[in-house]
């Protein structure tokens, strides 16, 4: 009885959905770009419901301030923001005129202020470049572009990257074992690209004399045999940039902000990348604690651009 419900409740979904494509399309007489801006936006919404087991016609403003917390836990930018929850806004008053619902739950629903700072994104083609800047014959060369990878691939913090463990990396799983801030542990997916370019390093670190007490760093100085500090990833970051002739203002944090706003582009679930992140707010702590690690790390690799062009490299396989 219960999966016939839950069946009738798809389906009854589905058919919502395909009503305000209609009305969108008939009655608005939006242009098929805005259109399919409108239900691009309001797919992110649907994953999230659907994740959280919530049924459209049953969303609480409580549940839609979750969500928005969330497009701003991740570092969405505000103008972005502000454009999704006027498409979210606009389907709640659909389900009002169309006799679903009684009450607006968006009627409430606040923006962002627009003055917030978001710093900057990159292109995934500035990204492609500046990894391709990396010069391969230097010492540094293949550990530099393994660091890039890991970056943008896995979304971390600098601090968590250059902390990072060789007793933490789980090659076999396709995970890496994160510590984040206030000491706190999380898995983090990482793609197939960034553990080959890490392989390729360690040809170069089982070069390195590497001094005592630093045998487990993963990222070690070729000259110092230690690990390497935050502003020696930072300057990196900053010479390969101007190199690569782009003249935003980047730092290690733009390629983990790159990192979330190219899966939330691409169809990559909220949650999922809000557990990637090792993000907590009021609104979202403890949230996610149930989402399934293999669901996890599916929803990243399948919507991370630079897996999608691995695979293709491979001729659709990721190994």
Sequence with gaps: MEINEKMQKK??????????????????SLSPNTLDAYLTDLDKL????????????EVSLTDLQHFTAGLHDIGIHPRSQARILSGIKSFFRFLILSDYLQADPSELLEGPKIGFKIPEVLTVEEIDTIISTVDRSKTEGQRNRAILETLYSCGL?????VNLKLSDLYFDEGFIKVEGKGNKQR?????????????????????????????????????????????????????????????????????????????????????????????????????????????????????????????????????
């Design 46 to 57: 649907m994953s999230f419901l659907t994740l959280e087991g919530i049924n459209v016609l």
């Design 11 to 28: 389906e009854q979904q589905a058919l919502i959905i395909r009503k305000y494509q209609q009305y969108l399309k008939l009655e608005k």
């Design 187 to 319: 898995l983090v997916p990482i793609s197939p690209r960034a553990i080959n370019e890490i392989k390729l390093y360690f040809i170069d670190r089982n070069q390195i004399e590497v001094k005592q007490g630093y045998e487990d760093f993963v990222f070690v100085s070729q000259r110092r045999g230690k690990s390497l500090s935050r502003i020696m990833v930072f300057h990196m970051i900053k010479e390969l940039s101007q190199e690569a002739g782009i003249t935003k203002n980047i730092s290690p944090h733009t390629f983990r902000h790159s990192f979330a706003t190219h899966l939330l582009e691409g169809g990559a679930n909220l949650r999922a990348i809000q557990c990637m992140l090792g993000h907590e707010s009021i609104a979202t702590t403890e949230i996610y604690t149930h989402i399934d690690r293999n669901m996890l790390r599916s929803e990243i690799i399948e919507h991370h651009p630079r897996n999608i062009k691995y695979r293709q490299e491979k001729g659709g396989s990721f190994y």
């Design 157 to 161: 913090r600098v601090s968590e990257l």
